[in-house]
């Protein structure tokens, strides 16, 4: 059993599998400019890039190209009307944030995902009535991989960074988490590209699976 005081969680791609609504809005945005769905797949390999991510994968267009921004905000105004449709959390992994409330151990949440997105969606989940903390890019002033985020986590619930362990499925989570001061789990559930490899991030740990990481955290 590991010896932490709180626990800290990425959102997309790790606590909460979000794609399923991501590749709804996205295959529903293809067919109003009339092409051709994206495999499942595809877009969940995409969705912890954000929707600048999901509009490249899709329709092949760079951020400065003419037309980019308008296809982004249109793909959120879809994926706004749907949100929470599809959502769940990954397997395993409502008995671990239970087993954390029982213990009396804070846990959190510390996702780049903007605020009037992640709102509506963990208010449809019961269990995050006990979250300790959710901050957002609204909160701070640099998004992950700028460890703001995850030092003003620590703070609100009182914990020490060293005393954290902070859970993610990006690269960009890792090294927030080691910025920061924390010990870090690279969630190899995630939404996670297949050139990726998770031992090159610098995790103090990692855990393929959803279902596992409570072995990890809490038996001997």
């Known amino acids: 059993m590991l010896q932490f005081n709180a626990l800290l969680f990425d959102l997309d791609g790790t606590l909460f599998d979000t794609a399923p609504d991501f590749i709804s809005a996205v295959n529903q945005q293809l067919a109003i400019h009339q092409r051709p769905p994206l495999a499942p797949d595809v877009i969940r390999s995409s969705v912890t890039d954000g929707s600048p991510g999901l509009v490249r994968k899709a329709f092949n267009i760079a951020p400065e190209e003419s037309g980019f921004e308008t296809l982004r905000e249109e793909l959120l105004a879809i994926y706004l009307q749907h949100l929470g449709d599809q959502t769940v959390l990954f397997p395993g992994l409502h008995k671990l944030v239970k087993?954390?409330?029982?213990?009396g151990i804070p846990w959190g949440i510390v996702t780049n995902k903007p605020w009037l997105y992640t709102e509506p969606t963990t208010l449809q989940l019961p269990l995050m009535e006990t979250a300790a903390c959710v901050i957002c890019p609204d909160h701070v002033r640099q998004p992950k991989p700028d460890p703001e985020g995850l030092q003003l986590a620590s703070h609100k619930i009182g914990i020490a960074p060293h005393a954290c362990l902070y859970v993610g499925d990006h690269v960009r989570d890792i090294e927030a988490g080691r910025r920061a001061g924390m010990r870090t789990?690279?969630?190899?559930?995630?939404?996670?590209?297949?050139?990726?490899?998770?031992?090159?991030?610098?995790?103090?740990?990692?855990v393929e699976r959803s279902q596992d990481l409570y072995a990890l955290l809490f038996e001997d």
Do not use: H
């Open 185 to 206: 789990i690279a969630a190899g559930w995630g939404y996670i590209d297949d050139q990726e490899n998770l031992a090159d991030w610098g995790a103090d740990w990692i």
């Open 99 to 103: 087993s954390c409330v029982s213990r």
